[in-house]
């Protein structure tokens, strides 16, 4: 397999999911946003250090080399820019690297006859959700560049396979990604400011931060705080190993599955559970609502449970401890290593 942005958060545990499961695996990474120790990281939980190509996925003649090298039978597609609140403000960012990236990457599968493909999508499509929790068929009206990029990449992978049977795809939306691996060797590294809740109070765990940010208390929800369906990064990696293995007999299809726990934590829920786990205060300050967030969020994950036989099984409690094991062991991330 090769996984493009596999030094990534999600793609390095999806990695680690499809070495235990006797998969081979190659990576194709800017590290950009990344780093090698997250590759040589998976190497030591498995045993088996994947093949890193260090390349982007908008460069036609490095993909189609690695691939032609790698000869895979399949692609898991995770490169990619993926900050809803910074796609507002560089929205021509956004679709320049999402969208070419994605041509390019497809480009160079057609051209290497490989032709099944794992797409890396996201909640963020739908927006304000009509209905609750959402399910797959709902209508997709996204709030931010970002979402606009993962939606116009979905449609790209269809018109792909309904041009060429041979193909077949799995379109994965997940909601919230959080927690690391167990081991603690990996977990989320963010560039900068942190762009997402449990890694921000990791860094205030740290003492990285002094505080969190905390956007938006005067939601419609119980406590005033936006909810979201928060799964563990490991259940997420079993998942795309089950659409990959559902890809086997789906040839001509796209099939686009939720990837989420079904229920709703709200922020402060979160902030508890972290403190509980961390032993730390965590101070938090009350702001305005960030533009393109939306209230309320959570997943249908039926289709996933009846077509893929998956589901997800971690708690939050889950997912904070295990976040916290990574970052206390890496308070500066993969530069404490």
């Known amino acids: 397999m090769l996984v493009t942005g596999g030094a990534g958060y999600i793609g390095s545990h999806t990695c680690v999911a499809l070495l235990e499961a006797g998969c ?89 006859g490989v032709r099944r493909i794992v797409f890396s999508s996201s909640a963020a499509v739908y927006g304000e959700p009509e209905v609750l929790p959402v399910p797959e068929t709902a209508a997709t009206r996204p709030a931010s560049p970002y979402g606009y990029s993962k939606l116009v990449v979905e449609q790209m992978i269809a018109d792909v396979v309904r041009a060429d049977a041979r193909w077949s795809a799995a379109v994965l939306r997940y909601f919230n990604p959080v927690g690391a691996h167990p081991s603690g060797l990996i977990g989320e590294d963010p560039e900068g400011v942190p762009g997402n809740l449990m890694p921000y109070l990791l860094q205030v765990a740290v003492g990285r931060r002094p505080r969190l940010p905390l956007y938006g208390a005067d939601y419609p929800t119980p406590d005033g705080t936006a909810l979201r369906d928060y799964i563990h990064v490991m259940d997420l990696a079993d998942g795309h190993r089950a659409a990959l293995e559902h890809l086997d007999s789906s040839a001509g299809l796209v099939s686009t599955y939720n990837l989420g726990t079904g229920r709703g934590a709200s922020v402060l829920e979160v902030v508890a559970a972290m403190r509980e786990a ?56 993969f530069r404490s290593a």
């Open 24 to 112: 081979e695996v190659a990576v194709l990474d800017s590290l950009d946003n990344s780093s090698t120790a997250a590759v040589d990281a998976v190497g030591e939980i498995t045993g088996r250090r994947p093949r890193l190509f260090v390349a982007d996925c908008r460069d036609g003649a490095a993909v189609e080399k690695a691939m032609a090298e790698v000869r895979p039978d399949a692609v898991l597609h995770f490169a990619g820019l993926k900050s809803a609140p910074e796609s507002l403000a560089d929205p021509l960012r956004y679709y320049r690297h999402n969208l070419e990236s994605a041509a390019v990457l497809l480009t160079a599968m057609e051209r290497c």
């Open 278 to 333: 961390t032993g730390h205060p965590l101070p938090y300050e009350e702001l305005d609502r960030r533009p393109g967030d939306v209230a309320r969020l959570w997943a249908d994950p039926a289709r996933a449970r009846r077509e893929l036989g998956w589901s997800a099984s971690r708690t939050l409690p889950e997912m904070c401890r295990d976040a916290w094991v990574w970052q206390s062991a890496h308070p500066q991330g």
